[in-house]
């Protein structure tokens, strides 16, 4: 979703009661047929995000919760989800975040199976990392498991606390 700016604190705080501890964005007014108070507000995206309806704008719910709790508009920064659950609100789970930063916590596995291992047409494999909008090259492998442990290795120094291990 392209980046709108958020509207004025006010008016968000007369439409939304937001629990720090779980997560819930609650509605303080009824809305025509859609809503009453006391409701979860919004909706979930096919991208597994909050959606709410403001003035008859889509905007993401953490980016509301942000401007509710911090009193500031998130701009063209993200708001992440630090476990990398889209539907975990609670603010102790949430963390301001550039683009680059925000997408190490994506699966990112492709048809090898590992994030960042790319297999060339003679058999080798290839890690590499992107950090800071410029891609990085650490290596070329004679099987996947080298590779995948050389990204996982570099993710560990360029990544640190954006890494969310995944299962």
Same mark, same amino acid.
């Given at each position: 979703?392209?980046?709108?700016?958020?509207?004025?604190?006010?008016?968000?705080?007369?439409?939304?009661?937001?629990?720090?501890?779980?997560?819930?964005?609650?509605?303080?007014?009824?809305?025509?047929?859609?809503?009453?108070?006391?409701?979860?507000?919004?909706?979930?995206?096919?991208?597994?995000?909050?959606?709410?309806?403001i003035?008859? +704008?889509?905007?993401?719910?953490? /980016?509301?919760?942000? #401007?509710? =709790?911090?009193?500031?508009?998130?701009?063209? &920064?993200?708001?992440?989800?630090?476990?990398g659950?889209?539907?975990?609100?609670?603010?102790?789970?949430?963390?301001?975040?550039?683009?680059?930063q925000?997408?190490?916590?994506?699966?990112?596995?492709?048809?090898t199976g +590992?994030?960042?291992?790319?297999? /060339?047409?003679?058999? #080798?494999? =290839?890690?590499?990392?992107?950090?800071?909008? &410029?891609?990085?090259?650490?290596?070329?492998?004679?099987?996947?498991?080298?590779?995948?442990?050389?990204?996982?290795?570099?993710?560990?120094?360029?990544?640190?606390?954006?890494?969310?291990?995944?299962?």
């Open positions: 979703m392209r980046y709108r700016p958020l509207p004025p604190l006010k008016l968000l705080k007369s439409l939304f009661d937001y629990d720090l501890m779980t997560g819930e964005l609650r509605w303080k007014i009824n809305r025509r047929g859609t809503a009453k108070a006391g409701d979860i507000a919004g909706t979930i995206s096919v991208f597994g995000y909050r959606i709410v309806m003035l008859d +704008h889509p905007y993401r719910a953490v /980016r509301v919760i942000w #401007k509710l =709790v911090t009193g500031c508009d998130p701009k063209t &920064k993200e708001v992440d989800h630090k476990n659950n889209r539907s975990d609100d609670r603010w102790m789970n949430l963390r301001l975040a550039e683009r680059w925000q997408t190490v916590n994506a699966s990112g596995k492709n048809q +590992h994030r960042g291992v790319v297999q /060339r047409a003679n058999g #080798k494999f =290839v890690a590499c990392i992107r950090f800071d909008g &410029k891609s990085i090259r650490l290596g070329t492998f004679d099987n996947v498991e080298q590779a995948s442990r050389a990204y996982r290795s570099a993710s560990k120094q360029f990544h640190k606390e954006w890494r969310t291990e995944r299962r």
